[in-house]
């Protein structure tokens, strides 16, 4: 269109030196006129496009899954159009702006992997078409198709990638040790044939004279136990590490250890503090992770300071059967004073074990080569936090209070042989 404008503009302007042209001129623009509307008539009388969007069940956060768009043209002639569906703002695709042609009475399916970086309800808007009028003058907006609303889950591949080495008996691959203790955290379990290995006062002599072969008892670690997760929701804990903040590498930390602790028979709650407050009693049995999931996927966190006394005391006023508290935020040197008053008013009832994620920027920091003065700020700044830090954490070490201090990526490691490690000795 914008080709033609200018061609018939050039004309007008030799029309004004050739008076002999004026009339060539005028016409041509009546010409240029009725091409116009003629074309708009077009696609604006054409049958509108038809969208429909697959979208899974579920996502989860931070990992692509695939969405599918069907576009279809009821007209008779073939529509060229530009595609953008509605993701959400927060989502991670590269499958648009499309370009395309549809087929008369066709139809044409679009796949495409959509990663969404923030969890609770992804809304998926209508989806916005440019459909370009036969000629090519003109670009008519539209929206088709529906409203989606799709929930999106924390990362749960951990359990997934736990559960399947757990079937083989190979969960040593993640780093997660089951250490055999004999002792009072653990309770009979069943009879057995004996194995070499077993402890004499393993074997039960009542039925080994009664089989006439050495049978032994098998030991389980106690079940029905109480683990509760009490969660930073507050400013801290939107600090981003990765793609992700901090609160989300969390809750997939969170996510494995609930599997772990519902395939040891226990029973788990989760609290959350820092401007939410949210509470899931202890629940147990085969459809606890569905439960769980479907509680933690909309946990936010908010802008306001954490008050870690505050969170202590609503614990023990909703938990009153001792369990095994884990506390889950990110430590700095100022929280001393309060975090080792809200440990010891927790350890009044249960035992604590404290994770506080380290911040990998901070390590980072201090393996960069000083090359010059700014750098030497950054690493004597990084070396000082990290100081006050290890002070806050051995203090914390000194009440009794188990202390899981990791990286985001080692953290459902660390907290999954913390729980283990506490299970095993006979702390409960």
């Given amino acids: 269109m914008l080709g033609l404008l200018l061609g018939w503009s050039a004309l007008g302007l030799a029309a004004s030196i050739h008076d002999p042209l004026r009339q060539v001129w005028a016409i041509s623009g009546l010409l240029l006129a009725g091409v116009f509307l003629f074309d708009a008539l077009r696609v604006l009388i054409a049958k509108p ?33 530009q595609v953008f569906d509605g993701v959400p703002s927060w989502a991670v695709t590269d499958a648009f702006p499309w370009w395309g042609k549809i087929p008369g009475k066709g139809w044409r399916t679009l796949k495409f992997p959509v990663k969404l970086l923030r969890r609770g309800r992804a809304e998926f808007a209508r989806t916005h078409l440019l459909r370009l009028s036969p000629l090519g003058c003109w670009m008519l907006p539209s929206r088709a198709g529906e409203d989606a609303l799709v929930p999106v889950f924390p990362d749960y591949e951990p359990v997934l990638q736990y559960a399947l080495l757990a079937l083989a008996n190979q969960e040593q691959q993640m780093g997660i040790q089951h250490r055999q203790r004999k002792g009072i955290s653990r309770e009979f379990h069943q009879l057995r044939d004996y194995q070499e290995g077993d402890l004499l006062n393993q074997v039960d002599w009542k039925a080994t004279s009664r089989r006439l072969a050495l049978v032994s008892r098998e030991f389980r670690e106690q079940r029905d136990q109480n683990i509760v997760f009490l969660m930073d929701a507050g400013r801290r804990m939107r600090a981003m590490d990765g793609e992700l903040p901090q609160f989300d590498h969390c809750l997939n930390a969170v996510l494995l250890l609930c599997y772990i602790a519902l395939r040891q028979g226990d029973n788990i709650g989760v609290s959350a503090f820092g401007g939410v407050q949210k509470w899931l009693p202890p629940v147990k049995g085969p459809r606890a992770m569905t439960t769980l999931l479907h509680h933690l996927y909309d946990y936010e966190t908010t802008p306001n300071p954490s008050d870690f006394a505050e969170a202590a005391s609503l614990i023990l006023t909703r938990q009153r059967k001792r369990a095994l508290v884990i506390l889950l935020t990110n430590l700095r040197g100022e929280d001393a004073e309060d ?90």
């Fill in 339 to 428: 975090v080792l008053a809200a440990v010891q008013t927790l350890r009044q009832r249960h035992i604590v074990v404290l994770a506080t994620l380290r911040e990998r920027s901070v390590d980072q920091l201090r393996e960069r080569p000083v090359e010059s003065f700014d750098d030497a700020l950054l690493y004597g700044a990084s070396q000082l936090y990290l100081e006050e830090r290890g002070s806050l954490l051995q203090r914390i070490r000194g009440t009794g209070t188990i202390v899981v201090d990791a990286v985001a990526s080692g953290l459902p490691v660390a907290l999954a042989n913390a729980y283990l490690q506490v299970k095993q000795s006979g702390k409960l």
């Fill in 49 to 81: 496009l038809v969208v429909e969007r697959v979208l899974p069940s579920r996502f989860a956060l931070g990992v692509p899954q695939e969405v599918t768009l069907t576009i279809r043209n009821p007209g008779r002639g073939a529509a060229r159009v």
